[in-house]
């Protein structure tokens, strides 16, 4: 069998839906969910609904974690029969090490052509910029050339996201600048961002359902006037509310596609049951 020019890696906090991953080809990591003494790999040991029916009950707290340099030596050796370079893509340096694990990784693969990106985003901001070099490499461009598409995506992309409670981001250490509005005396639907590849407060709204309004109000704003819009739709355990917002997206600036999936175990972790987030940027 033939190698293919070009294969395309994620890690599993992308949260595409496996049916994009098979039509596309893309190769995916997964990340680790530790709980209960047991380390479990992202959608394979333990799958989204599962994750969050047990989370739910359970009176302890799963932690994450990246696989390991020899972890990813492992999945770049077994990318590399099947293709001639590999462009890889992961979550943003600053809400986990895999970058730091996929880069020593690369080192030890000799001269080997690989070129890694920091997607600076998670979920379906990178599964985002995951679909673009897919398509890339499928229209015959080469893994620089992939690369430099993929990074030209990157400070175009917005992901907003609302969480039900800070609890879990603040558990995971994962809170960013949204740190100071723990503790606020009112009960808030705080909607949060990626800016810098961080976790910033975008607003502070009083009901979940006034936060989902002024997120799509951000994202009809800031697309106002574009063309060739890509948008995904993301939830933890609301799969009807996600099915809402991604007919409203529709109507609203008719996207070239809108791609809706769950966010993984590991993602689950970090935000927690409820949340409901979009991703989108635009090509002009």
Same mark, same amino acid.
């Given at each position: 069998m033939s190698k293919r020019k070009v294969a395309i890696v994620i890690d599993s906090t992308a949260n595409l839906p496996d049916k994009l991953v098979a039509q596309h080809q893309i190769y995916v990591v997964p990340q680790i969910?530790?709980?209960d003494g047991q380390s479990l790999l992202d959608g394979i040991d333990i799958k989204t609904e599962a994750f969050y029916a047990k989370l739910s009950m359970s009176q302890t707290s799963p932690t994450t974690s990246q696989p390991s340099p020899g972890e990813f030596l492992e999945h770049f050796q077994r990318v590399a029969e099947t293709a001639d370079s590999i462009v890889g893509i992961f979550i943003s340096e600053h809400l986990s090490g895999t970058l730091s #694990? @996929? !880069?020593q @990784?690369? #080192?030890m693969m000799g001269d080997y052509p690989i070129e890694i990106v920091d997607s600076r985003s998670a979920s379906m901001g990178l599964g985002l910029i995951a679909l673009a070099a897919a398509q890339a490499a499928a229209d015959g461009k080469d893994y620089q050339e992939i690369a430099a598409i993929a990074r030209r995506i990157v400070p175009h992309l917005r992901v907003l996201f609302v969480v039900d409670t800070l609890e879990y981001l603040? !558990? %995971?250490g994962r809170i960013g600048g949204a740190k100071r509005l723990i503790g606020s005396v009112l009960s808030i639907k705080p909607v949060l961002h990626l800016e810098g590849g961080k976790i910033e407060p975008l607003a502070s709204i009083r009901t979940k359902k006034k936060a989902v309004e002024h997120m799509l109000q951000v994202? =009809? =704003?800031e697309t106002a006037g574009k063309s060739q819009i890509h948008a995904a739709v993301m939830h933890a355990a609301a799969e009807d509310e996600a099915r809402r917002i991604a007919d409203t997206i529709q109507s609203a600036v008719q996207p070239l596609? &809108?791609?809706q999936g769950a966010l993984s175990p590991? &993602? %689950?972790t970090h935000v927690g049951p409820g949340t409901l987030g979009v991703a989108y940027y635009a090509e002009s």
């Amino acid at each position: 069998m033939s190698k293919r020019k070009v294969a395309i890696v994620i890690d599993s906090t992308a949260n595409l839906p496996d049916k994009l991953v098979a039509q596309h080809q893309i190769y995916v990591v997964p990340q680790i969910v530790n709980w209960d003494g047991q380390s479990l790999l992202d959608g394979i040991d333990i799958k989204t609904e599962a994750f969050y029916a047990k989370l739910s009950m359970s009176q302890t707290s799963p932690t994450t974690s990246q696989p390991s340099p020899g972890e990813f030596l492992e999945h770049f050796q077994r990318v590399a029969e099947t293709a001639d370079s590999i462009v890889g893509i992961f979550i943003s340096e600053h809400l986990s090490g895999t970058l730091s #694990s @996929a !880069r020593q @990784a690369v #080192s030890m693969m000799g001269d080997y052509p690989i070129e890694i990106v920091d997607s600076r985003s998670a979920s379906m901001g990178l599964g985002l910029i995951a679909l673009a070099a897919a398509q890339a490499a499928a229209d015959g461009k080469d893994y620089q050339e992939i690369a430099a598409i993929a990074r030209r995506i990157v400070p175009h992309l917005r992901v907003l996201f609302v969480v039900d409670t800070l609890e879990y981001l603040h !558990r %995971g250490g994962r809170i960013g600048g949204a740190k100071r509005l723990i503790g606020s005396v009112l009960s808030i639907k705080p909607v949060l961002h990626l800016e810098g590849g961080k976790i910033e407060p975008l607003a502070s709204i009083r009901t979940k359902k006034k936060a989902v309004e002024h997120m799509l109000q951000v994202l =009809q =704003q800031e697309t106002a006037g574009k063309s060739q819009i890509h948008a995904a739709v993301m939830h933890a355990a609301a799969e009807d509310e996600a099915r809402r917002i991604a007919d409203t997206i529709q109507s609203a600036v008719q996207p070239l596609d &809108i791609v809706q999936g769950a966010l993984s175990p590991v &993602i %689950g972790t970090h935000v927690g049951p409820g949340t409901l987030g979009v991703a989108y940027y635009a090509e002009s």
